[in-house]
Nanobody
């Protein structure tokens, strides 16, 4: 079983950047496809980005394309989400999630078995 811990959230002005990290322990990260989700107050948790085990495949929600980049360093057991050109509507708690094989739908909350505790991202002037 893998444990996930997110970090890197904070308060940033519109147009700014943040890099979120998700570090795994208890199991090798390379065994899992990984995803980032977010949840704003009063809204459902939604898919942001995903990356395959090797890092060769990535996908993003439409609003994140061109602004966010998901990467992974399996040697460091860490997944990253680089977020640029942040907007107020990006404000949410961001969660990383791990999906062991057999893999589920990468854009669905139910496709992931393990979740971190989340890190708050606030975009405001």
């Amino acid at each position: 079983q893998v444990q996930l811990v997110e970090s890197g959230g904070g308060l940033v002005q519109p147009g700014g950047s943040l890099r979120l990290s998700c570090t795994a322990s208890g199991s090798a990260l390379e065994d899992y496809a990984m995803g980032w989700f977010r949840q704003a107050p009063g809204k459902e948790r939604e898919f942001v980005a995903r990356i395959s085990r090797s890092g060769g495949f990535t996908d993003y929600r439409d609003s994140a394309k061109g602004r966010f980049t998901i990467t992974r360093d399996n040697a460091k057991n860490t997944v990253y989400l680089q977020m640029n050109s942040l907007k107020p509507e990006d404000t949410a708690v961001y969660y990383c999630a791990a999906d062991p094989p057999p893999f589920g739908r990468y854009d669905d909350v139910g496709g992931y078995d393990y979740w971190g505790q989340g890190t708050q991202v606030t975009v405001s002037s």
